[in-house]
């Protein structure tokens, strides 16, 4: 997948280009040897389809020059103490990677070509030294081209990855954090890469996920949580309006994202677990600005609804998925692809709807391990025909969620405490016999604290739970 590259990586890769460097003298100071100068002139400053002809009629040659041979240093290696020629080497090598892909797979024909390129990603602490981002950029595009999954890439791409999370975690300059993402939806080719990429996730995953938290809404200072954000329409889109978060930056992590979306049979319930990402893509379906962004949304939601349709289907209807799908269709929509996929999730989505009760949408609700003012919690008939079927249902796992639930302070959503309470009071009421099973959880004594709490809602609906027990308590008396 080709993508042009960020303004501040051209701007730089220009700047570097058309540096002069004295390459006599480099030669003649033992930088680098006569052979070397003689292939760097070859393809230096030529046209396009010269500097290709070049090189593919000797691509052991420039596999020499780069990346050397036992008993020959290559030139990164000769060069390593003159930060001009490296640069220079590294973007030239980036130019070649362009005009002639055959040269990434001919650099393997040695078992470990990364071996002087590793180094440079930790070339100095200073952060504007552009050999470690210049040097990511060579290593992204060689594993691209070459798809390779030999030992060493497996051994490579970690560190790379590693480099990369480092700038996606630079919150104030969204050219690099772009920069990274790009890189990282190259280096996703196949399936080892991304298998590796998931295995990083807290380095290279959760800082993407938190750029699309903050164009949601939801930034880590806002104090706001996906729920409740959830439930608000905004209006303006992304671009100046959410969080700060530009389109470009956006499209490539929703990019990302979709690609690993293709090992959803494998990752898809962790990342709903550890990221809600089915109610953080229907936030930000609901905001998208374009439908490029649109279609890469829904792809990705169809991905992984597909392949984990018992557990990612009911968060979907949680999320309220199935009525914002209408709504988007109901957009003046003129990519086909585009409506295609939205299709075939609504369709989807309407097959699981037929056949689910309320009782079915309520379990979903608490196994999400997040509650909120849905309809069965204030619906006296609900209560009366399922309270037991609740308590009973997989050897009492409804109430055991419920009592994990309660264990959180819920600082930022007090609303989920006030909930619970309303839930575990209604258990008791409807099936008093049972009342000794939600003690045994600590149901009973986390009422009781929370009456104290700093919310109202929250100690009026636990007072009201706490009435249960007593008025049963009184009764037996």
């Known amino acids: 997948m080709s993508l042009d590259p960020p303004p501040y990586l051209a701007t730089l890769q220009n700047n570097i280009r058309q540096r002069p460097i004295p390459w006599d003298g480099a030669a003649r100071a033992g930088t680098i040897t006569e052979s070397q100068l003689a292939k760097i002139r070859a393809v230096d400053k030529v046209r396009k389809e010269q500097r290709k002809q070049v090189v593919e009629s000797d691509l052991d040659g420039y596999r020499i020059l780069f990346v050397g041979e036992p008993g020959t240093a290559g030139v990164l290696e000769s060069a390593s103490r003159r930060s001009d020629v490296v640069q220079y080497v590294l973007v030239l090598l980036s130019d070649l990677f362009d005009s002639v892909p055959a040269l990434a797979k001919a650099l393997f024909k040695d078992s470990d070509p990364y071996q002087h390129f590793l180094p440079l990603l930790a070339h100095s602490n200073n952060p504007e030294d552009p050999i470690p981002l210049l040097t990511s950029t060579v290593l992204a595009t060689l594993m691209a081209n070459a798809k390779d999954e030999s030992p060493s890439t497996e051994h490579a791409l970690p560190l790379i990855l590693s480099y990369l999370c480092s700038l996606t975690k630079n919150t ?77 930056l956006l499209y490539h992590v929703l990019l990302v994202l979709w690609q690993l979306s293709f090992e959803a049979e494998e990752i898809g319930d962790d990342l709903d677990d550890e990221y809600d990402i089915v109610l953080l893509y229907t936030q930000l379906l609901r905001l998208s600005p ?149 003690e045994k959880l600590g149901l009973k004594t986390r009422i009781m604290e929370l009456m104290q709490d700093s919310d109202e809602n929250v100690r009026w609906e636990s007072l009201r739970a706490l009435g249960g027990w007593l008025k049963y308590s009184f009764e037996n008396n």
């Open 172 to 248: 104030n300059d969204a050219g690099l954090q772009d920069i990274a993402v790009m890189e990282y939806s190259s280096l996703l080719y196949g399936r080892s890469s991304r298998q590796l990429f998931w295995k990083q996730r807290s380095e290279t995953v959760t800082p993407l996920i938190e750029i699309l938290k903050k164009a949601a809404g939801v930034g880590a200072d806002s104090g706001a949580s996906l729920w409740s954000v959830n439930t608000t329409l905004r209006s303006g889109g992304f671009e100046g309006l959410g969080g700060g978060v530009g389109l470009q």
């Open 290 to 438: 374009k439908e490029k962004t649109t279609r890469l949304l829904l792809s990705t939601l169809y991905n992984l609804l597909e392949a984990n349709p018992s557990t990612l289907l009911p968060a979907a209807v949680l999320a309220r998925l199935p009525a914002l799908l209408q709504n988007v269709g109901g957009r003046h929509l003129t990519d086909p692809d585009l409506q295609e996929d939205l299709d075939k999730l609504k369709e989807m989505l309407e097959e699981y709807t037929k056949t689910k009760t309320t009782f079915d949408e309520y379990v979903a609700e608490v196994q999400s391990g997040h509650l909120r003012w849905s309809p069965p919690h204030r619906h006296q008939v609900f209560w009366t025909e399922n309270a037991r079927k609740i308590l009973e249902f997989e050897n009492g796992e409804i109430p055991r969620k419920l009592a994990d639930i309660m264990k959180k302070p819920w600082e930022n959503d007090k609303a989920v405490l006030a909930i619970a309470c309303n839930d575990v009071g209604n258990l008791v009421k409807e099936v008093p016999e049972k009342r000794y099973q939600l």
